[in-house]
T-cell receptor, first 120, second 112 residues
Framework: GAGVSQSPSNKVTEKGKDVELRCDPI?????LYWYRQSLGQGLEFLIY????????KSGLPSDRFSAERTGGSVSTLTIQRTQQEDSAVYLC??????????????????FGPGTRLTVL | QKEVEQDPGPLSVPEGAIVSLNCTYS??????FMWYRQYSRKGPELLMY????GNKEDGRFTAQVDKSSKYISLFIRDSQPSDSATYLC????????????FGSGTQLTVLP
């Protein structure tokens, strides 16, 4: 079956431009997460969606970052007025259930391959 | 201080060696503990998932959680060159917190 897909795989942009990153989660997964991985760093949580609930935006580093999830499926992460420090790999993950609500591995987060963003 | 600390390595071992990877964490509320493996330019993939303390074994991999010392370990027996990757520990308190908190990753190379 298909895993989590992300597009584009690579994005090079100029400082000050806006970018949109797309995530297609695994079909049937209700939870969707965005993380950011900077060079030599672990993954940093950005935002979490669960069904039709209001998203948890507590990890977004500034108001230049926003995300949407349409129809409970595809999600788009938008970065406005990009800065050089935004350069990183942006990873999307999905899980059938949110972490901690059910056992049996249904809350396992499956990651996509990421979008490598370079801001010049 | 980061909530999860992990030695970044790099760590090089000969094929067949036993590998020990470790993390420490500071938040006593953490209950869910995971190890992910990440190959170069790929997304992380789940290796081991442990709830609360104890050991869990899966083939050549053993995960240990010691909540009293806030210490997480992953052991790889009979290491193979295909095990060469970055290993990330991850944890979460669960409850209302759905996201994972990750260590910075340890880069492992298994030499043939």
């Amino acid at each position: 079956g298909a895993g989590v897909s992300q597009s584009p795989s690579n994005k090079v942009t100029e400082k000050g431009k806006d970018v949109e990153l797309r995530c297609d989660p695994i079909s049937g997964h209700t939870a969707l997460y965005w993380y950011r991985q900077s060079l030599g760093q672990g993954l940093e949580f950005l935002i979490y969606f669960q069904g039709n609930s209001a998203p948890d935006k507590s990890g977004l580093p500034s108001d230049r970052f926003s995300a949407e999830r349409t129809g409970g499926s595809v999600s788009t992460l938008t970065i406005q007025r990009t800065q050089q420090e935004d350069s990183a790999v942006y990873l999307c993950a999905s899980s059938r259930q949110p972490l901690g609500l059910a056992g049996g591995g249904t809350d396992t987060q499956y990651f996509g391959p990421g979008t490598r963003l370079t801001v010049l | 201080q980061k909530e999860v600390e992990q030695d970044p390595g790099p760590l090089s071992v000969p094929e067949g060696a036993i590998v020990s990877l470790n993390c420490t964490y500071s938040n006593s509320a953490f209950q869910y503990f995971m190890w992910y493996r990440q190959y170069s330019r790929k997304g992380p993939e789940l290796l081991m998932y442990t709830y609360s303390s104890g050991n869990k074994e899966d083939g050549r991999f053993t995960a240990q959680v010691d909540k009293s010392s806030k210490y997480i370990s992953l052991f790889i027996r009979d290491s193979q060159p295909s095990d060469s990757a970055t290993y990330l520990c991850a944890t979460s308190p669960g409850g209302s917190a759905r996201q994972l908190t990750f260590g910075s990753g340890t880069q492992l190379t298994v030499l043939p």
